[in-house]
């Protein structure tokens, strides 16, 4: 205990210099936490996924077509209990800066497929009813303050004009993990669009084409196999197609922002880095200052590993303080930031794991930080300590 | 005799007899400095990368409101609408400077990882390269039209598997075979694989090309001409010039890229300007003797506020050095993203340019001054009295 309030006063003796430390170790752990909670949102799609869900695209890429007939052939694949299919829409809401996914489903199958979407039936029922109708998750609701009956226009980039949709029904998520900015349509009012523009000889996109089926599959086990047999099936036809588990597609999307999240992650160290340099230098100049005192110690009798003791708990102490403000501030900063980056976040939590690596990441600054002084003070000379006081 | 300076080599030995303390400071401010001018760089390079891509006297032909071309679609009559522009330069031939290219994303494994990324296919023509002047075929030789041979930017045929010269991709139920490698003077075009138009068209099952690209008899002229496009009921079409087309397309990125950046370098400095701060606080304390022996002598209080300060600069001057040192060498790592306004993947470099020098070490200064304005202003109000009992 008399160690302890030592290395307290001590730690505090040079009042202003601690503190300086200390709000350099908050900045550094929360923007730490910060960055590693942005990574982790990247990947939310890939956590909300299902096992026992597949997805089956074209071949070429995502941005072919699939015949709708396809659907049937699908249905038959043995291990194969549902089968849905959407198009990503593409559509802008007054300004690019809005950005949220749009996707046209088959509304019976698809939402059988996504239990987590939880709808209120008369609002599922009414959305059904209305073809002109959409479904939008309750934070996207929040976010352009929309309700029920509401009427809202989206421009096409992937399909020409502006489309009018009536908001039937807001879906709430199962679970934390489950995305609450997305938009339903019906796809079948798609392809009604798409149709009449192709009759008019302004359109060169086909109707009654699908971006990519989803399939339900009875055992998760079985995925690679019920994946080769829905290829299988359509080997060498106009639109070969490849089916992998949803996770797998929705890690696709995140690889291709690789060397972004790499990046990130790779600052989120230096920013460790910076504050290691900083509490190296306050440790270094601490022990500079007390060399007499470590001097007096040890002619007084304290071993060599006392001093260095002292060191390192003075130099943990400070990291911790200064760890466990940021840690506590991260929360507030996670919840400013989501609000400033508006829809593109969908998921943003800071996790159990974040916290984890803040606090080994504040213990690991106080380590080294006091490492090099400590082995320094641990060798000084009584004498040459003692004379410094002079 | 009025002693206005304190010389230079006092500031600087000064730094110097603290050899760990100094380091440690100007090697967080450095980590700063290399965090802002590789994410300045970073941003850079998507744009001076785009930017190239595009040819002054070049017009794009997109379907109004694509945005980009792998969204559009412009069918085969109202691509022979655009044949009958006049302004339509001509080669030595009298052949129309005009390409119609289908533009597609293909998923294609990566040479390293395995990793599927979105690569472009464009399918264009002798004309198309003509076009761009940029390209060269740098190994190899051109595809030969209405075969499948394609030829592949350097950046594809390093990253991509199969895509190096003689070998074979296969996408679209069939095998091309990789007969050139292109270098596209480190545009995006580095980041394409390019096949006969027709080709394209019948393998991907396309019915309409995705832009059509042509050159103008005279750069002037584009105004009238995307007039002339845009106003013509039979076209639902817009016109844009290749630069600002693809400029365009880098500004999400860039500018995504560049705002995350500048975020994280404003926080990061905060701890930087700390540690620069608790440096100079000590060195003024370690002082004070010092300092009221320099004001004794006649030195004003302005000479040590300026001394402390010039001590701050200089140490954040070398802070800054070090940081663009660590950052150019970035300069040669060669990477690549998918822009998520093309949902393409795109090769580019870090590229440095002087203004950006500039910007960071003028960043790196204004870590310096900011952390060491205090405590020099403490050391200039000091009384001498105080300062020399205190030594």
């Known amino acids: 205990m008399f160690v302890f309030r030592l290395l307290l006063k001590n730690a505090f003796r040079h009042r202003l210099r601690t503190l300086l430390t200390m ?120 976010k352009f303050g929309w309700k029920v009956g509401d009427s809202i226009a989206l421009r096409g980039t992937i399909y020409p004009g502006t489309w009018r949709f009536t908001i039937r029904g807001i879906y709430q998520g199962a679970d934390a993990k489950t995305d609450e900015q997305q938009m339903f349509i019906h796809w079948q009012r798609l392809a009604d669009g798409i149709r009449a523009r192709v009759a008019a000889g302004s359109s060169p996109i086909k109707a009654d084409y699908v971006g990519v089926y989803v399939v339900r599959i009875h055992n998760p086990d079985d995925a690679p196999l019920v994946s080769q047999r829905i290829d299988a ?84 102490m400070i990291a911790l303080i200064g760890g466990g403000l940021g840690i506590a501030l991260t929360f507030p900063l996670a919840d400013a930031f989501v609000k400033a980056a508006g829809t593109l976040f969908p998921i943003f939590k800071v996790s159990p794991l974040t916290v984890g690596l803040q606090v080994l990441a504040a213990a690991v600054v106080g380590l080294v930080s006091a490492a090099w002084p400590a082995w320094k003070m641990s060798r000084i000379d009584i004498v040459q300590g003692l004379r410094h006081v002079a | 005799m009025s002693l206005r300076t304190v010389p230079l080599s006092y500031i600087a030995r000064n730094l110097w007899e603290r050899r760990v303390t100094t380091l440690l400071t100007a090697g967080g401010m450095a980590l700063v400095v290399y965090v802002f001018a590789t994410v300045l760089m970073m941003s850079e390079g998507i744009r001076a990368t785009l930017v190239a891509t595009g040819q002054p006297d070049n017009v794009m032909v997109l379907r109004k409101g694509a945005g980009a071309e792998i969204n559009s679609g412009i069918t085969r009559e109202q691509t022979a609408v655009l044949t009958s522009l006049p302004q339509i330069a001509t080669d030595g031939q009298g052949r129309q400077l005009l390409s119609r290219e289908p533009v597609v994303l293909n998923t294609l494994p990566k040479r390293a990882s395995g990793q599927p990324s979105n690569v472009t296919v464009r399918g264009t023509s002798e004309v198309g390269m003509l076009l761009r002047p940029q390209v060269r ?106 630069v600002k087309f693809y400029a365009e397309q880098s500004e999400a990125l860039a500018t995504f890229i560049r705002l995350l950046g500048l975020a994280l370098s404003i926080i990061f400095s905060i701890g930087a300007v700390v540690g620069a701060m608790i440096t100079m606080f000590a060195s003024v304390a370690s002082r004070v003797g010092e300092i009221g022996t320099l004001r004794a002598l006649g030195f004003r209080r302005s000479a040590v506020l300026s001394a402390f300060l010039g001590e701050a600069l200089l140490l954040a001057l070398v802070g800054g050095i070090m940081g663009l040192v660590a950052a150019s060498l970035m300069q040669a790592v060669n990477i690549s993203t998918v822009n998520f306004q093309t949902f393409s993947e795109l090769a580019f470099q870090f590229r440095l340019t002087p203004s950006i020098a500039a910007q960071s070490l003028g960043f790196a200064l204004l870590m310096g001054l900011v952390g060491g304005f205090i405590p020099a202003w403490r050391a200039a109000r000091m009384k001498i009295v105080d300062c020399l009992r205190a030594a």
């Open chain 1, 23 to 142: 709000v350099g170790l908050v900045v550094a752990i929360s923007a730490f936490g910060l960055l590693r909670t942005i990574v982790d949102a990247w990947y939310a799609g890939v956590d909300a996924t299902s096992s026992t869900r597949l997805i089956t695209r074209s071949a070429i890429s995502l941005t072919f077509p699939l015949p709708l007939n396809y659907a049937e052939r699908i249905k038959s694949v043995e291990g194969v209990s549902g089968i849905s299919w959407a198009n990503w829409f593409g559509g802008v809401y007054v300004t690019e800066r809005n950005f949220f996914a749009q996707f046209a489903v088959d509304p019976v199958s698809y939402l059988a497929l996504y239990p987590e979407f939880k709808l209120d039936e008369a609002d599922k029922q009414a959305f059904l009813r209305d073809r002109q109708g959409a479904v939008v998750g309750r934070k996207l609701a929040a």
């Open chain 1, 233 to 316: 099936l359509f080997k060498n036809s106009l639109a070969e197609t490849l089916t992998e588990t949803e996770k797998a597609f929705q890690l696709g999307f995140v690889s291709m922002s690789e060397a972004i999240l790499l990046a990130v992650q790779a600052v989120s160290f230096i920013i460790i880095l910076i504050i290691m340099a900083v509490m190296a230098n306050t440790m270094t100049m601490t022990a500079r200052e007390r060399l007499a005192e470590y001097a007096t110690l040890k002619a007084l009798g304290f071993p060599p590993a006392f001093v260095v003791k002292l060191l390192f708990g003075e130099s943990l």
């Open chain 2, 137 to 242: 075929i740098v190994q190899g030789r051109m595809f030969r039209p209405g075969t499948s041979e394609i030829v592949t930017g350097t950046a594809v045929a390093r990253g991509f598997a199969g895509a190096g010269l003689g070998e074979t991709m296969r996408f679209a139920g069939r095998d091309w075979r990789v007969v050139g490698v292109f270098d596209a003077s480190r545009s995006a075009f580095d980041s394409e694989v390019w096949g006969d138009s027709e080709q394209m068209m019948q393998a991907f099952r396309r019915a309409a090309y995705s832009s059509v690209a042509f050159k103008l008899a005279d750069a002037e002229g584009f105004d009238a001409v995307k007039a002339q496009i845009e106003g013509d009921p039979r076209l639902t079409l817009e016109a844009k010039r290749e």
